[in-house]
């Protein structure tokens, strides 16, 4: 195992998170740099030793604030990268050559931990003129923690099916703007999936890290607001979960 945490859990921000689990490091979507097309980030930490020694990384979908090829490449064209079906052809033409495409229900280890990808409800096209591959969430099963990275989804009633098999949520609450699309869910509709699901523990994501260049003079509640409006809704909702607000570059040991 490298270092003394056994199981650890880093928002780097946006749906980038750090997974420390029975001696592995797994990386979910990674951004790691502070301006993608029309999107700049907060400055918020991006620490080097986040990215280093990653056993693998898990890829939700192709959309830009989620497969980042300059950050990809930042871990090295070796470093596995776990993606949806027909996010391979991609990867490879950008020359990655470790790459391991999955559907919802397929299983696969890293350093003998499970993962599971797991169905998602979400537009899976790389924009404007790019390829299409399905959009996962994933579920990683460490000896202690079963881990679930949702990615980026809506609300659907099969996450009902995990409910009493998930010990950590990791929960997208928002996005990267003013208002959301279609695909995604808000503080509302992430505390009805997270009282269908039932873990232990919700780490809300996707929020507080980018924001539209154009939008930068203008007030910026959404970058705050979100996992406010998310635990107050779990409070009603689903009291008995514990709901963990972390900042983008803050951990949590499990």
């Known amino acids: 195992m490298r270092g003394t945490v056994r199981e650890r859990i880093t928002y780097i921000g946006h749906a980038t998170v ?42 939700s979908h192709l959309h830009y604030d989620h497969l980042d090829l300059p950050s990809l490449r930042k871990l090295g064209k070796g470093t596995r990268l776990i993606a949806p079906l027909g996010a391979g052809a991609l990867l490879r033409q950008h ?44 579920v990683v099963n460490a000896q202690r923690r079963r881990i679930y990275f949702a990615g980026d989804t809506d609300l659907f009633p099969e996450m009902a099916q995990m409910a009493g098999r998930i010990d950590v949520a990791l929960m997208p609450v928002w996005g990267w703007g003013p208002t959301l699309g279609a695909g995604h869910m808000d503080p509302y509709r992430a505390a009805q999936a997270s009282r ?44 008995q979960v514990e709901v963990r607000i972390l900042q983008p570059g803050e951990h949590s040991d499990l």
């Open 95 to 138: 020359g990655f050559t470790n790459v391991e495409e999955m559907r919802a229900g397929e299983r696969t280890s890293v350093g003998g931990v499970a993962v599971t990808a797991t169905l998602a409800v979400h537009n899976g096209a790389r924009g404007p003129f790019g390829p299409v591959a399905e959009c996962v969430g994933y």
């Open 196 to 239: 269908l699901i039932a873990p232990q523990v919700v780490i809300p994501i996707h929020w507080g890290t980018l924001y539209p260049l154009a939008i930068h003079r203008l007030a910026r509640t959404f970058l705050v607001d979100p996992p406010l409006q998310f635990r107050e809704f779990m409070l009603r909702m689903a009291p």
């Open 18 to 59: 750090l997974m420390e689990v029975d001696g592995v490091r797994i990386l979910t979507d990674p951004v790691l740099r502070y301006r993608i097309v029309h999107l700049r980030r907060r400055r918020t930490p991006l620490l080097p030793r986040w990215q280093e020694n990653i056993d693998a990384v898990l890829i």
